[in-house]
């Protein structure tokens, strides 16, 4: 199983980056999607999560309305775009995978090795 995170950088407060995580090893389609986030010095902290047709998503409240999270199932690519990024989205995020909506992230099946998001002027 792999989980292939990637698209992290240095972004402007304000700016946009979207994030892409890659499966392998597992069917995709069939498996819960989600993105979680670990700030320096903070604990891991739920962001989004989509179901497996990306019917059904939920986002944590410092990101809902900035943003998105969506699927491609014929690629097994998970994405997240980011807009209207704030100096607090600064933070390694995660994607995971779960066959089952989890509310607790350590219970999720796979994850990804992180890519870092780092928001400042």
């Known amino acids: 199983v792999q989980l292939q995170a990637s698209g992290g950088g240095l972004v402007q407060p304000g700016g946009s980056l979207r994030l892409s995580c890659a499966a392998s090893g597992f069917t995709f389609s069939s498996y819960w999607m989600f993105w979680v986030r670990q700030a320096p010095r903070k604990g891991r902290e739920f962001v989004a999560a989509?179901?497996?047709?990306?019917?059904?998503?939920y986002y944590s409240g410092s990101v809902k309305g900035r943003f998105v999270i969506s699927r491609d199932n014929a690629k097994n690519t998970v994405y997240l775009q980011m807009d209207s990024l704030k100096p607090e989205d600064t933070a390694v995020y995660y994607c995971a995978a779960s066959q089952y909506y989890r509310s607790n992230y350590r219970q999720y099946d796979y994850w990804g090795q992180g890519t870092l998001v780092t928001v400042s002027s």
């Open positions: 989509q179901s497996q047709s990306g019917g059904t998503t």
